[in-house]
């Protein structure tokens, strides 16, 4: 599995342990929900920018998204 395919999980992960849609979590991330969606299936390789907002919009720490 790729970096950005674990990264993706963690992001789902996160955002379903927190209880939130793709929809919340882009609004509060400032992405698009498609953006987002793709990001959580691998699809995408995000910028650091969009790691931070991602880490921002669900209230944890960036490295919490890299964890194995």
Excluded: C, W
Excluded at 26 to 42: K, T
């Amino acid at each position: 599995m790729e970096l950005r395919e674990k990264f993706g999980l963690n992001v789902r992960r996160s955002r379903k342990a927190k209880r939130m849609t793709i929809e919340v979590l882009a609004h509060q991330s400032e992405l698009s929900y498609s953006y987002v969606g793709e990001i959580e299936r691998g699809l995408r390789n995000p910028t650091l920018d969009v790691v931070e907002a991602l880490a921002r919009g669900l209230g944890i720490d960036v490295a919490t998204l890299f964890e194995s």
